[in-house]
């Protein structure tokens, strides 16, 4: 061994190790296929990357600050028309809105309870090393915030990934039918060579409602409560909106299972890679049509978008795709893509129909790191 080589030069946070370790698993050979790019040259960068003794960690000093504010308000939602439910919504939407940041920077959030019930939030899947106590859980970490009241969270970006963000006190009710949560998008330091392909990244929260308990905020939540609505990003289908796209993206869709109960999305005419795993990507990422997940759990998609159409997009458990009684709702959408003249298909439900950007968080997630309220899923003060 040469006495002269440089010890100790590189170092390694343990996020770094686990995403360089991954270079070495199947997920290159998948990448070798689909792209041509591949192990060889990952690899090679990687050799090249040490023998140049470069860290790869960015330094913490570069680590960026934020400041958010976040308030929670009584609120209605109101679905396919006129089911209403009363919600507790982060700055008046649901979901809330959409947190976006790097791997290492530092987060506050200042909370402000409007709402006449205590709350939390708690940040999940975040490490929170060193700052347990933000972890927004009542009475294990914190008091809850009591109306009027306000708490300020601090931790730091990690690890990276989709993940997201909940109210903590009555999970039962709160979150599995008052809407409490929103998404949180950690871009890792060293995204894989995939991740860098992405042309377009979708957000999608999938959550079950139980119309019983929708006009009574402070109960619900129960055994036995039958779930009779469900929404994506807080919308039944027809009130959801296409995935407008174009041959030739790669698109990144960030499944979160926010509510209750299991789902099974099922895309039409493509296979997706399923790349990561709350947050993580997957040393064996693989190739499927369908993906089963249930509540807290969050998938991140890969799709190459190869194959022009219509396409139907929706949870294979079939009775999540009703609103009430009523077949053809609940969690349906469909992936429009540009060579297709939509207008001219007449069968087509959504050929009219007004399309809202940035209802899966696609127009946010482009600008810089921040946080972002989104009009499109604003509701209204509850009366
Ligand atoms: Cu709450």
Redesign the pocket.
Known sequence: MDQNAPKESISFGESDARRINFLDFKHSNYMNVKTRRGRLGALLTAVLALSAGVSWSTPSAMAASYHFKMS?EDTTLTLVGKQTFHT?SFNSQTPGPLIHVAEGDDVDVEVENN?T????IHWHGLFQRGTWKNDGVPDITQK?IAPGESFTYHFKAEPSGTMWYH?????N???SM?G?WGPIVIDPKDPLPIEKEVTKDYIMMFSSWVSKWGDKPGQGGIPGDVPDFFTINGKAFPDTQPLRIKKGDVIRIRLIGAGDHLHSVHIHGHDFLVFAKDGRPLANPYLADTILFGPGERYDLILRADNPGIWMVHDHIDSHTVNGKNPMGGMMTTIEYAEIPVKEQSFYTWKDKKFVPNFFYEESLKKPYGMYDNDALKGVPAP
């Open positions: 929670i507790f709402t019930l205590p709350h939390t809850a109210c903590h006190v009555n999970v009710e709160h979150v008052r409490m």
